[in-house]
């Protein structure tokens, strides 16, 4: 099972920028579609973007989309968030986890989840 890392977080004022990273030492990092997710306070936990093994594919919701962008580097074992244009609304704990394939912005068979990282989006 892969330990996840996410790093990035951080408090960004409206309109600003933000990377989020999602690390892991595993060697089975590359066989895995990867997916960013969000949990707002009081909210469901929700499906941000999806990226599958390879990088070839990439997947958004609706409220992200055009905004932000989800890359990969499997020789770092690495999977990036990269949020622009952020809004108050986009605040949460993002949390990655790693799966089979990416359905949708998520990825389905979900094996590992990082303990997440903190983005406040605040003036």
């Known amino acids: 099972q892969l330990q996840l890392v996410e790093s990035g977080g951080g408090l960004v004022q409206p309109g600003g920028s933000l990377t989020l990273s999602c690390g892991t030492s595993?060697?089975?990092?590359?066989?895995?579609?990867i997916g960013w997710f969000r949990q707002a306070p009081g909210k469901e936990r929700e499906g941000v973007s999806c990226?599958?093994?390879?990088?070839?594919?990439?997947n958004y919701a609706d409220s992200v989309k055009d905004r932000f962008t989800i890359s990969r580097d499997n020789a770092k074992n690495s999977v990036y968030l990269q949020m622009n244009s952020l809004k108050p609304e986009d605040g949460g704990i993002y949390y990655c986890?790693?799966?089979?394939?990416?359905?949708?912005?998520?990825?389905?068979?979900?094996?590992?989840w990082g303990q997440g990282t903190q983005v406040t989006v605040s003036s």
């Open positions: 595993g060697s089975t990092f590359r066989v895995h579609a």
């Open positions: 986890a790693a799966g089979d394939y990416c359905l949708g912005y998520s990825p389905t068979g979900i094996e590992s």
């Open positions: 990226i599958s093994r390879a990088g070839g594919s990439t």
